[in-house]
């Protein structure tokens, strides 16, 4: 209890990006919503629903480790990272989109019924069962020191990431018929494609641990999370009714080759400005304190910045070339 005590700092620390994100999706996807307060009993309870539901998932994951536990060479099997997989890909994974989608498709059907809530409310109320989810396993994290604070408040997005496709088959379809029919392929797809999301980005992120020589996935962790935020975007452009424009619009194979390319190339190098940003916080934060003003460290500092500045900087101008090209030729999409 006193560990707890004096964790609690921390463990608040842990919780308030999730909050934070949740409040900024409120503003964007009902700032002029004339029911505010109404809605934010919902986007509250949605978002205990999703810790519920992160519980319940641990509950489920512990009991299953318990019981591999038993099975001889389990522990040492876990060591290699192709049994990891097969067990994230097949056991832990689904866990965890299963309790988020039970925690939001059970509410959310029972309450549509009554209220008839709009397709961008009930993609709001997705979000804020991620977010309450990534918010539980924050804290599980930080409070047993298995990550640290600065590696769950940038995790704190994924959960959104990998749901998004199911979440905006739901609030698109429960609108028109709760029992789905017709388009339970369209889920099934949505569904997968999230626990393939969650499978890779927990591969890219973990590789090095089992093998250094694996240690090169890491710089595709971030581009392939810029990708999945990319998507994510699309789908709040489409929940709100709002058109898309294409980055690719080529009219020939090679063009299309080509911008398929520069995107490709945009991703790696925002990707993993993003990653180098990070790194030199993590490596910024201890010396806070002391080293700060030291003439190495102040260099470090200012070249490592402006490398990833410059990186991020061709990202996003390759991005608003590409926006302005397919904008130029609206008629050949």
């Known amino acids: 209890m006193t560990d707890f005590i004096l964790d609690l700092p921390i463990l608040v620390a842990a919780v308030i990006p999730a909050l ?9 996807l009902h700032r002029h919503a004339s029911f505010l307060k109404i809605l934010s009993f919902w986007v509250i309870s949605f978002f205990i629903f999703g810790i519920i539901s992160g519980l319940l998932a641990l509950g489920l994951q512990w009991g299953f480790d318990n019981f591999a536990l038993q ?13 990891a997989s097969w067990r994230q890909a097949f056991i832990t994974i689904p866990i965890e989109e299963g309790c988020k989608l039970i925690a939001f498709f059970i509410p959310i059907c029972y309450f549509q019924r009554r209220y008839y809530f709009p397709s961008r409310t009930i993609f709001l109320l997705g979000i804020s069962v991620c977010l309450g989810f990534s ?31 199911w979440i905006y088959i739901l609030s ?8 789905f029919t017709g388009s339970r392929k369209h889920f099934l797809f949505a569904w997968l494609n999230s626990i393939i999301c ?7 992120a973990t590789a090095g641990e089992y093998d250094r020589n694996l240690q ?24 709100q009714d709002k058109p898309i424009t294409p980055l690719i619009s080529g009219v020939t194979p090679q063009h299309r080759y080509w911008q398929k390319g520069l995107i ?20 910024v934060i201890p010396l806070i304190s002391r080293q700060i003003f030291d ?7 200012f070249s490592r910045a402006a490398v990833n500045f410059i990186f991020g900087i061709i990202a996003i101008g390759i991005y608003i070339y590409l926006r302005n090209v397919a904008k130029k030729h609206p008629q050949k999409h």
């Not at 099975?71 to 290699?80: A, D, H, S, V």
């Not at 969650?198 to 890219?204: D, Q, W």
């Not at 090169?216 to 990319?230: D, H, N, R």
């Open 216 to 239: 090169f996935f890491s710089y595709g962790l971030f581009p392939f999370l810029l990708w999945m935020f990319w998507r994510f975007e699309q789908f709040l452009c489409l929940v």
């Open 20 to 28: 934070l994100l949740l409040g900024f999706y409120y503003w964007r």
């Open 198 to 204: 969650h499978l890779v980005v927990n591969i890219l």
């Open 172 to 179: 698109k379809n429960i609108l028109v018929n709760l029992n």
């Open 135 to 165: 918010a539980q396993e924050n804290v599980v994290y930080v409070f047993y020191d298995t990550e640290s604070l600065l590696d769950r408040i940038i995790g704190t997005p994924f959960h959104i990431f990998f749901s998004a496709p």
């Open 295 to 301: 003439s190495q460290i102040l260099w470090l500092i």
């Open 71 to 83: 099975i001889p060479g389990w522990r040492r099997l876990m060591r290699n990272l192709v049994a």
């Open 264 to 283: 490709f190339f945009a991703l790696m190098l925002g990707g993993n400005a993003i990653l180098g940003m990070f790194v030199l916080i993590k490596i």
